[in-house]
């Protein structure tokens, strides 16, 4: 395990931090833009499905991984409540309170993509059965359904507060 992690590019571990940083200032109260909840899922879901090995039985890997992101954004939409959400001042906006739900999603999409990317470089051939490829279609797939289904939970508070009466 020590060996691994001496061999992980400096890149990796900067982008570790970047996840952290972020996810501690969500314990906060933080300001989510509607922009963001708008790009952050397109952005997530090509990473995500870039990483797929379709090299082997492309249509069923697809699948698994719709069916996971699908899953995904059910979870989350059950997971991230709307209460204490409020519009900022300029109404471009929202402020969600702070919670640890957001470093968990963080952490979790960082684990999903170093194990299988671990797994690639170490083992090869392993990495590209299809029981494998069917997994990693499953979590990225379910880690990047999470973000799409906080977004769509944002952007629909967001929406309900922007056309509610004042």
């Known amino acids: 395990m020590f060996n691994a992690l001496q061999n992980t590019p400096l890149w990796v571990y900067a982008t ?5 940083f972020f996810g501690i200032k969500a314990l906060s109260p933080t300001r989510e833009s509607k922009t963001s909840l708008l790009i952050t899922p397109p952005i997530l879901l090509g990473w995500s499905f870039y990483s797929l090995n379709l090299s082997l039985h492309p249509a069923l890997a697809t699948g698994f991984w719709l069916i996971a992101v699908l899953v995904g954004s059910a979870a989350a939409l059950l997971i991230f409540s709307s209460k204490n959400v409020a ?6 906006g929202l402020i969600l309170p702070g919670t640890i739900k957001t470093l968990v999603l963080y952490l979790l999409f960082f684990a999903v993509n170093y194990y299988f990317g671990y797994e690639a470089e170490v083992h090869p051939a392993y990495s590209a059965t299809l029981p494998i490829v ?14 799409c ?11 309900s507060l922007k056309t509610a009466p004042l």
Do not use: E
């Open 149 to 159: 289904g906080r977004s769509i939970r944002f952007y629909q508070v967001f929406h």
């Open 16 to 20: 570790f931090a970047l996840l952290c």
């Open 134 to 147: 069917l997994l990693k279609a499953c979590a990225s797939g379910v880690a990047s359904g999470l973000f």
């Open 87 to 92: 519009l900022d001042d300029t109404g471009t």
